[in-house]
């Protein structure tokens, strides 16, 4: 089977760097779409600039059979206008040059945001009905309705991720706070949360991404993806701990306690991120394309740890 040239938007990412790697490491065809001169994504690579309505993807699309779109605005500081200009109406303007360019399939890396914040009583399935909390999430469900819009009319086909809270090397954000805290032994008051969080490490997320991008049954679906077996924030601390062999220092704090006190300091949502389930049910993509995680959560983290430990001996 002959494998078109796959392009990978925002390839110099978290996931893009990682996703071009896995690509090449399998022998496919891949190209990068980079924002400026200096990007560097470890293959060919073509400049597009910013992601918006106007951009101009005809040259980075020529010659390729599918495209990976994972160029987004995350910031918590964007302003609702700035998002939706890159997240929402620049995707839709991803797929209409697709189109023109004669591309297979898109596949839209979107979150788990764009259905839900929390989980409630079971896990999310990917039909049910969508309330996202934040003008992210509310961008990530208005691309994804976009998006099947304009494959119902124009034929493109389309796969959609979701994917939750991702880790591996070169993580950011709250997963690289919580390595830093462990590493440090910082006292963490999540001895007293029971729920359940998905996750996915960063070499699976890859793995479904490329699965989407091959696989004829995934034309038109939508999946959830994860490591699996969801994690309470005391789960995820001891292992994280044992990795880095360090204690575990966990307090007792009543869940509504902190979501009070986050409250009080204007940051409720944070505090509700750590007390509130958020599973996913990601029966679909395993059902319909076979999929199975490659690496284990202890493998992923392993991996993850040994980054951690490995960035110039700052953080550990």
């Known amino acids: 089977m002959t494998i078109g040239k796959v392009l990978v938007t925002g390839a110099t ?85 697709a189109h023109e360019c004669g591309l297979r399939r898109l596949v839209f ?37 976009a998006l099947r819009r304009f494959s119902l009319a124009s034929g493109l086909e389309v796969s959609i991720l979701r994917p939750p809270l991702a880790y591996g090397a070169g993580v950011r954000a709250n997963f690289l706070a919580l390595l830093r805290a462990i590493a440090r032994g910082l006292p963490l008051p999540v001895a007293s949360i029971d729920n359940r969080r998905s996750l996915i490490y960063l070499g699976n997320l890859c793995d479904a991404i490329l699965a989407c991008v091959l696989a004829p049954q995934a034309a038109g679906r939508t999946y959830h993806v994860s490591d699996g077996a969801a994690l309470s924030p005391p789960a995820l601390v001891r292992a994280i701990a044992a990795a880095l062999g360090r204690p575990a220092r966990l307090l007792p704090c009543p869940p509504a306690l902190l979501e009070s006190l986050a409250a009080a300091i204007g940051r409720p949502e944070t505090a509700k ?9 990601d029966s679909a993509i395993r059902h319909e394309l076979g999929w199975q995680p490659p690496y284990s959560f202890t493998a992923g983290l392993d991996q993850t740890v040994r980054w951690f430990r490995g960035r110039n001996g700052a953080d550990s």
């Open 273 to 281: 991120r750590l007390t509130r389930s958020r599973e996913l049910d």
């Open 13 to 97: 990412g978290f996931v893009g760097r990682a996703l071009v790697g896995e690509a090449l490491a399998r022998r496919l065809p891949v190209r990068g779409a980079v924002r400026t001169a200096g990007s560097r994504c470890g293959a060919e690579s073509v400049i597009v600039g910013e992601a918006h309505a106007a951009a101009d993807w005809s040259g980075a699309l020529q010659g390729c059979e599918s495209v990976v779109h994972l160029a987004n605005l995350a910031h918590a500081s964007a302003g609702a206008e700035q998002i939706q200009r890159i997240n929402v109406d620049g995707t839709l303007r991803l797929a209409e040059q």
């Open 109 to 145: 890396v979107s979150s788990i945001k764009a259905l839900a914040e929390a989980s409630g009583d079971r896990p999310l399935r990917e039909d049910d009905a969508p309330a996202p909390c934040d003008a992210y999430g509310r961008a990530k469900l208005a691309a994804e309705r």
